[in-house]
């Protein structure tokens, strides 16, 4: 069964903190993506990458940076947390041909 | 550039009956389109697409859409609905121009289906 795991359910952190969401995806997908989800906003692209240490900004990606340095693996980094980045974060590998989209669990971030 | 709009926030249906989420897009050509489902505090759930062929896709759990050209629209359809259906619906629409063909979503529509 095809997989897409995010290290965290849930995590609450500090105004200021380093904050790392990792993702690992088995289907050996070039292309990975980190969305942010808010009630009423529907997803909303943050960064993605086609290829190892290959990356590109999404719609939204101020204060955010990513990182992949395996084919498995794509994480996101918010360098300084913010109440703001208070949102469910989902990451996603895509099928090579059709892009349709494999989700992780969902990683929800509560930044006090 | 390229859009998804979903006008309904919240489709309310009667278990038994025929449900409807409706969904258009805007792309520049020819477009990818896929339906999503979302159960609370989980990830998006893959649930069909149009890539191209017959107009009247058909997905999991009973599901199945239809691709209309001239409206631009790709609504989401179930003859006849279950409780257990209600869930977060997300439409996207894939930009076929980039090498990581990313996608667009909609808002999503909040689907209850009662008892």
């Known amino acids: 069964d095809v997989k897409v795991t995010q290290s965290s359910r849930y995590l609450v952190k500090r105004t200021g903190e380093k904050v790392f969401l990792e993702c690992v995806q088995d289907?050996?997908?070039?292309?990975m993506f980190w969305y942010r989800q808010d009630p009423g906003l529907g997803l909303r692209l943050i960064y993605f990458?086609?290829?190892?240490?290959?990356?590109e900004k999404g719609d939204i990606p101020e204060g955010y940076s990513v990182s992949r340095e395996k084919k498995e693996r794509f994480s996101l980094i918010l360098e300084s947390a913010s109440t703001n980045q208070t949102s469910m974060y989902l990451c996603?590998?895509?099928?090579?041909?059709?892009?349709?989209?494999?989700f992780g669990e969902g990683s929800r971030l509560t930044v006090l | 550039a390229q859009s998804v709009a979903q006008p309904e926030d919240q489709v309310n249906v009667a278990e038994g009956n025929p449900l409807t989420v409706k969904c258009t897009y805007s792309?520049?050509?020819?477009?990818?389109l896929f339906w999503y489902v979302q159960y609370p505090n989980r990830g998006l759930q893959f649930l069909l697409k149009?890539?191209?062929?017959?107009?009247l896709v058909k997905g999991s759990y009973g599901f199945e859409a239809e691709f209309n050209k001239s409206q631009t629209s790709f609504h989401l359809k179930k003859p006849s609905a279950l409780v257990s259906d209600s869930a977060l619906y997300f439409c996207?629409?894939?930009?076929?121009?980039?090498?990581?063909?990313?996608?667009?979503f909609g808002d999503g529509t909040t689907l209850t289906v009662k008892p």
């Open positions: 996603a590998s895509s099928h090579p041909s059709t892009g349709e989209l494999f």
């Open positions: 149009y890539i191209t062929g017959d107009n």
């Open positions: 990458s086609y290829d190892v240490k290959m990356k």
């Open positions: 289907m050996d997908h070039e292309n």
């Open positions: 792309v520049s050509g020819n477009p990818y």
């Open positions: 996207a629409v894939r930009d076929l121009r980039t090498n990581a063909g990313k996608s667009t």
